[in-house]
């Protein structure tokens, strides 16, 4: 399956038209069409826009590779245990939707900024 079987495969389960999955990516219903079928390459931007949007894996999305949705029950009852903040659910839910070369420079920085004195 390729990324746009995939990204059709996130459509058809949520039960939207091409139109309505569209709408919250700001493209029109002939854009879906065309990254559905192949005619038009998905942009990294439109696969992150995708991801955050409807909580779909960016790694299921562009390599087919995990789940295809992101849980938000477990990510809620993350949230809710640790008393989260609005700040730090937001800082999980993000983090959760970068690729994993984005997620090895933020765990690196987060490294330095623990062990520095």
């Known amino acids: 399956m390729n990324i746009g079987e995939r990204v059709k495969e996130v459509r058809k389960t949520l039960n ?3 139109e309505e999955f569209g709408e919250k990516l700001c493209v029109t219903k002939q ?3 065309k990254l ?5 390459k998905i942009t990294e931007q439109m696969a992150k826009a995708i991801c955050r ?8 999305l ?3 590779t995990g ?5 938000d029950s477990l990510i809620d ?8 903040s609005e700040t730090g659910a937001s800082l999980i839910k ?8 984005e997620q090895e420079v933020i765990e690196k920085y987060l490294r330095n900024v623990f062990t520095s004195d």
Do not use: F, H, P, R
């Open 16 to 18: 939207l038209t091409q």
């Open 31 to 33: 854009a879906i069409s």
């Open 36 to 40: 559905e079928n192949g005619e038009n």
């Open 53 to 60: 949007e409807y909580n779909v894996n960016y790694e299921w």
């Open 62 to 64: 562009v390599n087919g």
């Open 67 to 71: 789940d295809m949705l992101i849980s």
């Open 77 to 84: 009852n993350l949230i809710a245990k640790y008393e989260l």
């Open 94 to 101: 993000n983090y959760l939707l970068l690729t994993k070369s």
